[in-house]
Nanobody, 129 residues
Framework: QVQLVESGGGSVQAGGSLMLSCAAS????????MGWFRQAPGKEREGVAA??????????YYADSVKGRFTISRDNAGTTMTLQMNNLKPEDTAVYYC????????????????????WGQGTQVTVSS
């Protein structure tokens, strides 16, 4: 059983930066696919970024809204995933969740929630203007 715990959320002004971390415990080595999702008040949860591992090859995916501003990474052991968020905007305000599965490729549907079966509890990110 894999457990995910997010950390690193907080409050920043627009233009600022935050780094989120997701620590995986249990059978984390089997989690080839890991991703970040976010949910703003009154909105549906959406995919932000994902990283998939096929052997020693990593594939990264980003939502258009965060491309060029956010960077996803993970360690080789697969136990820690991070999301570096730069040039934050008020519209980035949301609860951010990490999620995982054992698939090797994200493909076009990397941002679908139903592809992930392990989720963290979330961490709040608030960006003020």
């Amino acid at each position: 059983q894999v457990q995910l715990v997010e950390s690193g959320g907080g409050s920043v002004q627009a233009g600022g930066s935050l780094m989120l971390s997701c620590a995986a415990s249990g059978s984390a080595g089997s989690m080839n696919g890991m991703g970040w999702f976010r949910q703003a008040p009154g909105k549906e949860r959406e995919g932000v970024a994902a990283i998939y591992r096929d052997g020693y090859v990593y594939y990264k995916y980003y939502a258009d809204s965060v491309k060029g501003r956010f960077t996803i990474s993970r360690d080789n052991a697969g136990t820690t995933m991070t999301l570096q968020m730069n040039n934050l905007k008020p519209e980035d305000t949301a609860v951010y969740y990490c999620a995982a599965n054992n698939e090797k490729l994200g493909g076009l549907s990397w941002g679908r929630m139903d592809r992930y079966y392990t989720w963290g509890q979330g961490t709040q990110v608030t960006v003020s203007s």
